[in-house]
Nanobody, 113 residues
Framework: QVQLVESGGGLVQPGGSLRLSCAAS?????????MGWYRQTPGKQRELVAS???????NYADFVKGRFTISRTYSRDTVYLQMNSVEPEDTAVYYC??????WGRGTQVTVSS
C-alpha cells in the first residue's frame, strides 16, 4: 500500500504564496518514482498542475508556468509545490499523485480577498 498525505492548503489572498507538501509512505520506492500535483474544482476534471520525475525533471501546466515550482526531498520522501502570485482561478483541491497510480486525499486551496 502507498499512502500520500497532502498538507499546507488554506486561505490565501490574491498575489500571495502558499507551499503544499506531500509525504509519501508505504510500499513505495520514492527515489525512483515520478510525482505529480493535480487540482480539481467542482464539475471539472482533475488536471495536471506540475510533475517531477525520479531524476528531477519538471513539467508545468501553462497556467502555472513562472508562478509555481515543484520540488522533492528524497531523504524525506516528500514532494512540494511552491505557489507564488496565486490567483482566484487557482482555487481548487490539490492532489498528490505517484507514478500516475496512487492519490492522496487532497488539500483545499482557496484564493480570495
Amino acid at each position: 500500500q502507498v499512502q500520500l498525505v497532502e498538507s499546507g492548503g488554506g486561505l490565501v489572498q490574491p498575489g500571495g504564496s502558499l507551499r503544499l507538501s506531500c509525504a509519501a509512505s508505504g510500499t513505495i520506492f520514492f527515489s525512483i518514482s515520478d510525482m505529480g500535483w493535480y487540482r480539481q474544482t467542482p464539475g471539472k476534471q482533475r488536471e495536471l498542475v506540475a510533475s517531477i520525475t525520479s531524476g528531477g525533471s519538471t513539467n508545468y501546466a501553462d497556467f502555472v508556468k513562472g508562478r509555481f515550482t515543484i520540488s522533492r526531498t528524497y531523504s524525506r520522501d516528500t514532494v512540494y509545490l511552491q505557489m507564488n502570485s496565486v490567483e482566484p482561478e487557482d482555487t481548487a483541491v490539490y492532489y498528490c499523485n505517484v507514478n500516475g497510480r496512487f492519490w492522496g486525499r487532497g488539500t483545499q486551496v482557496t484564493v480570495s480577498s
